[in-house]
């Protein structure tokens, strides 16, 4: 017997989720409904900046909608309202109600804007969808030539860098004392800042977007330690929020952050009802990042089709990219968290480079490199392994 199974949102996991499934369900033993409350089909969040290059979303559509597939129904621009457990069915915001025997949440997440005066002045983006980069566009094609990007972590150099594509003179405001401070420690932050600042990109670190100003839209920032910083646009990057509503309103759990409380199996208190990607908080953890949301995808694929699983174990969260520019790469206990962890940093003025060893100084817990991420590769591979050489060898 066939079994219905809602996906309710169509981002990137959501759509993992649907085309593993369709890979591995031989017997085409489920039939699917996923519902995108954005109008386009699954996108590439991760390369929305690229959409800025040509406007071209076809370029970032992954897949083709499942168009030829008989087992798939894609509802693009559709929300789900409600979840009624008891009945088991959704109710979208046109009215519709669809049945279901296993219901998958994949809402994602969406921006925080902090509750600061003016953020809601024309001329204030989030930075999530096609639709923002389509806005912000439009904003510096009407004659944009400044913006403020609000959070220094990876979203917000992101930003800042779609900014200066733009050929906008860009400020980034970060509250920590230095650039990205949740993979890069204070040592390695101090040289992002300064090469990031070398880059032409005005960096605030240690303040805070007191107000935003402007009379019909915005014409000014000013910082808490009282510096107004004159701008056409202010971009918000900082922070997500998973989206859980739709599960608090059914009566599943969701931890302090809003996010989908799961066990590590991605299922909620109900057996018929998981969750997965951002919007999921497993046992208690929370990822942002989309290799975690891929894999607690495929772990619900295979209960789904009762093939052999592994629970969920965490994730690696280990960075590697060019930012603006700039080389940065973390990985492991980057901030020496654990007990008795041993740092041993190298900094030429020009690169950064700090590995994080056990309290013995045998094993790599983690490591952080800014200016060159030449060495990331071979000393990531040590994670958890015992050196096998001394420390300062391999740094250099
Ligand atoms: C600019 C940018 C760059 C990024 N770069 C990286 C990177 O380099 N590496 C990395 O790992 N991650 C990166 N990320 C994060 C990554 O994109 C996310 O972790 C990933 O997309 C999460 O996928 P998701 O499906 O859980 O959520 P989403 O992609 O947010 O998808 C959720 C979807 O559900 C829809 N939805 C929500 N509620 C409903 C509802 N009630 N009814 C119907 N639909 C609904 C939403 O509209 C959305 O389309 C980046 C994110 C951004 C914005």
């Known amino acids: 017997m066939v079994r219905e ?11 993992h989720l649907v085309s593993t499934l369709r890979a591995r369900d031989d017997g085409d033993t489920w039939r ?10 699954a996108y590439d969040r991760v390369g929305l900046s690229e959409y800025l ?16 597939d008989p087992m798939v129904r894609t509802r693009t621009g559709t929300a789900a309202v409600a979840v009624d457990r008891s009945a088991r069915t959704v109710t979208t915001a046109s009215g519709e109600t669809l049945g279901y025997d296993a219901l998958v949440l994949a809402t994602g997440s969406r921006p925080v804007v902090p ?63 230095h650039l990205m401070p949740v993979q890069v420690d204070s040592g390695g932050g101090g040289l992002l800042n300064r090469l990031v600042g070398e880059l032409g ?5 240690g303040d805070a977007v007191r107000t935003v100003d402007g009379h019909e839209r915005v014409s000014a920032v000013s910082l808490r ?50 969750a997965v990607g951002e919007c999921a908080s497993v046992e208690g953890r929370r990822y ?19 093939r052999p699983f592994v629970a969920f174990t965490g994730a690696d969260t280990a960075t590697k990219l060019k930012l603006l520019g700039v080389d940065v790469a973390s990985f492991g206990d980057s901030h020496a968290e654990s007990d008795g962890a041993v740092e041993l940093a190298r900094d030429t003025g020009d690169t950064y480079a700090k590995l994080v060893l056990d309290s013995e100084a045998e094993r790599v ?3 952080v490199f800014v200016g060159d991420t030449a060495p990331y590769g071979r000393l990531r591979a040590l994670l958890g392994r015992e050196l096998p050489s001394s420390p300062e060898h391999l740094l250099r």
């Open 53 to 68: 290059r040509g406007r071209d979303a076809s370029r970032l559509a992954l897949g083709d909608g499942f168009v030829t």
């Open 288 to 306: 942002g990042l989309l290799a975690p949301g891929r894999a607690m995808a495929e772990l619900v694929v295979d209960q789904l089709l009762r």
């Open 365 to 367: 817990l983690g490591g």
């Open 115 to 177: 509750p600061v005066e003016g953020m809601d002045l024309p001329g204030c983006f989030t930075y999530r969808t096609i639709e923002d980069l389509e806005r912000i566009h439009a904003a510096a094609r009407a004659g944009a030539r400044s913006g403020v990007v609000v959070g220094g972590g990876l979203l917000g150099l992101e930003a800042a860098n779609a900014l200066r594509v733009l050929g906008m003179r860009t400020h980034v405001v970060e509250v920590a004392e």
């Open 201 to 205: 990109v005005r960096v605030h670190c």
């Open 225 to 274: 330690d009282g510096t107004v910083v004159g701008t056409d646009m202010v971009v918000l990057a900082a922070g997500i929020r998973p989206r859980g509503e739709l599960a608090t309103a059914a009566g599943l759990e969701v931890d302090d952050g809003g996010g989908v409380l799961v066990d590590d199996h991605c299922r909620t208190g109900d057996r018929r009802v998981w």
């Open 5 to 15: 199974l809602v996906v309710i949102g169509y981002g990137m996991v959501g759509h």
């Open 32 to 41: 699917v409904t996923v519902l995108g409350e954005e109008p386009c089909h």
